[in-house]
C-alpha cells in the first residue's frame, strides 16, 4: 500500500518519484486501487510526471495498461467539461424561477484541484481537473415544497425526496440531487445544529459567484466544515473513499492560499474548530488528520488539529477497504447476499465500530432510521 500512497503524493506534488520502480504486476495493482478509489485520473497525473521526470521508474508499465490509463483519464477530463457546462446551464435554469443556488462538493471542489496540482489537458485545452466527478449536487434556496413544485412545473422527472434532497431527472446525459440542506445527522438534536449552522452560512454561499466557472459554490471556510460533514456521513452509512479525502487535502492547501500564507493560520484554525466541536465532528477531524499525512503527506502546519493515530489508523483501513462509497466492500456484499439476519447484525457491527468517532450518532442511527422511513412516506404525499 505505501507504494500506492507513494504515486498519489507524486501526482499531486508532495514527493518526487517513487521509491522503487514498480513491476508490472504493481502497476495493473496501482491501477486498480486508484479505480476503486476513484482516483484514476489524479493518478494518471503522477503517471505523467514520472514520464517527465523519472523515466527509469515506469520502464514496466505496461503499453496496453498506459493506453488504457489515458483513455480513462481523457474522459475524466470530457465529463468535467460536461458537468461545469450543465453546473452553469441548472444555475441559469433555477434563478430564472427566482431560485437562488450553490453548486456542492463536485464540481465545486473541482476548481480547487487546478489552484494546486496543473494538470496538463489531455484535450489539448489547457488545463483541466483530473478529478473524477460524479453527479451534480445542487443546494437550492426556498421552501422544500416551492423548490419541488417548481421543478415540476418544468417538467422535470422528480424522484424520492429524502430528509436533506430530492432526486431530479433534469438531464439525460447528467444525474442531479436538489439539496433542501446540505448534509443530514442521526442525531435529532445535532440535527437542530446543523440545520442553524446551515441557514446561518447560506446568504454567503448563495453569493459566492466564481466568474470562471459561472455558477455559486461554497466558500472555502464553509467547505472546511461541510466536506468534513459530507465524508463523517458516509463513513457511518455506507463508506468512504479516498476521492473525498483528497478533496479536503487540496481544501486545507488552498485555505492556507486564501490567506496568502505558507500555513494554515491560527485564526482561521480556531474559528474552525469551534464549530467541528459545536457539531460534534472534533474527533472525526483528528482521525480525518491522520490519514490526510499518512496519504497525502499533508504538512503540519496545514493540519486543523492534531492527528489521533487510533481512530486515524481505523479510518484509513475502513477507506481502503470499503473502495468510493463503499462500491468494493466485500464485508458489506457477502452481508446483502445472506439472511435479514445476517445483514442486520453486519449492520449493527458496523454502526458500533463508529462509536469511537461519536456514540450518539450511533445510539440515534436505529430511531432515525424507522422515523425517516415513516418521515418519507408522510412528507412524500403532502409534496
Known amino acids: 500500500m505505501n507504494l500506492f500512497f507513494e504515486l498519489i503524493q507524486v501526482s499531486i506534488g508532495t514527493l518526487p518519484k517513487l521509491s522503487s520502480a514498480p513491476s508490472a504486476t504493481q502497476w495493473n495493482e496501482l491501477y486498480t486501487i486508484a479505480k476503486r478509489q476513484a482516483i484514476i485520473g489524479i493518478c494518471f497525473q503522477g503517471v ?71 494538470c496538463e489537458s489531455i484535450l489539448n485545452k489547457g488545463h483541466m481537473s483530473l478529478r473524477q466527478s460524479g453527479d451534480i449536487d445542487l443546494w437550492v434556496k426556498g421552501q422544500r415544497k416551492a423548490v419541488i413544485a417548481f421543478m415540476r412545473q418544468m417538467n422535470w422527472n422528480v424522484g424520492v425526496t429524502v430528509i436533506h434532497h430530492t432526486d431530479a431527472k433534469i438531464f439525460d446525459d447528467v444525474e442531479t440531487e436538489i439539496h433542501h440542506y446540505p448534509s443530514y445527522t442521526f442525531s435529532p438534536f445535532r440535527w437542530k445544529k446543523y440545520k442553524k449552522w446551515f441557514n446561518e452560512q447560506a446568504n454567503i454561499q448563495f453569493q459566492n459567484y466564481d466568474s470562471s466557472t459561472q455558477f455559486y459554490h461554497p466558500t472555502t471556510e464553509f467547505n472546511l466544515v461541510y466536506l468534513l460533514m459530507h465524508i463523517y456521513r458516509h463513513v ?101 447476499n445472506g439472511s435479514d439476519l445476517r445483514l442486520f447484525s453486519y449492520n449493527t457491527l458496523r454502526l458500533y465500530k463508529m462509536v469511537r468517532f461519536n456514540p450518539s450518532e450511533v445510539i440515534w442511527a436505529p430511531f432515525w432510521k424507522i422515523g425517516h422511513w415513516f418521515y418519507r412516506k408522510i412528507v412524500w404525499n403532502h409534496l
Request: charged share 20%; with cysteine.
Open 236 to 336: 457511518f452509512h455506507e463508506g468512504i473513499g479516498l476521492r473525498q479525502l483528497m478533496d479536503y487535502y487540496m481544501l486545507l492547501c488552498t485555505a492556507s492560499a486564501d490567506n496568502n500564507c505558507s500555513q494554515l493560520s491560527n485564526r482561521v484554525k480556531s474559528q474552525i474548530m469551534e464549530t467541528l466541536k459545536y457539531l460534534g465532528l472534533e474527533q472525526f477531524a483528528a482521525a480525518v488528520m491522520y490519514v490526510e499525512q499518512q496519504v497525502f503527506g499533508l504538512k503540519n502546519e496545514f493540519l486543523l488539529c492534531s492527528p489521533n493515530k487510533e481512530t486515524g489508523i481505523f479510518l484509513l483501513n475502513e477507506i481502503m477497504h470499503a473502495g468510493n462509497f463503499g462500491q468494493f466492500d466485500q464485508r458489506t456484499k457477502r452481508a446483502h
Open 48 to 118: 505523467q510526471l514520472l514520464y517527465k521526470n523519472n523515466p527509469i521508474q515506469v520502464k514496466y508499465l505496461p503499453s496496453k495498461l498506459k493506453m488504457q490509463w489515458l483513455a480513462v483519464a481523457a474522459n475524466i477530463q470530457k465529463h468535467n467539461e460536461k458537468l461545469n457546462l450543465r453546473a452553469q446551464e441548472i444555475t441559469r435554469l433555477f434563478a430564472n424561477g427566482g431560485f437562488q443556488s450553490c453548486v456542492l462538493k463536485g464540481q465545486g471542489v473541482a476548481i480547487l484541484y487546478n489552484n494546486i496540482i496543473k
